[in-house]
């Protein structure tokens, strides 16, 4: 069955760190490519980060670029996101995806920053 899980979510103060998890299972994990998305309260949900399949190239997007990192561990079939420096505004469910899920998403990993 193939399978996303993640985890690593919790509220955290502005300008904490926070580190997601995304376990992967079913399915040949250095094969794919993987990203990170979110979803805000109120608002649609966005691309926050991808990373390659093969020489790891990682690409974010612009509200995150330089504050989180992207990585992950073929041995431990396991894609993280390391959020630094986070703000109020990165308050939302983050979700991993990756093309063998099709359509289905995860329950994703929620993330709070207070005002």
């Known amino acids: 069955q193939v399978q996303l899980v993640e985890s690593g979510g919790g509220l955290v103060q502005p300008g904490g760190s926070l580190r997601l998890s995304c376990a992967a299972s079913g399915f040949a994990f250095s094969s794919h490519c993987f990203s990170w998305y979110r979803q805000a309260p109120g608002k649609e949900r966005e691309l926050v980060a991808s990373?390659?399949?093969?020489?790891?190239?990682?690409s974010y997007a612009d509200s995150v670029e330089g504050r989180f990192t992207i990585s992950r561990d073929n041995d431990k079939n396991t894609v993280y996101l390391q959020m630094d420096s986070l703000i109020l505004e990165d308050t939302a469910v983050y979700y991993c995806?990756?093309?063998?899920?099709?359509?289905?998403w995860g329950q994703g990993t929620s993330v709070t920053v207070p005002s």
């Open positions: 995806r990756s093309p063998p899920m099709g359509l289905t």
């Open positions: 990373i390659t399949r093969a020489r790891g190239r990682t």
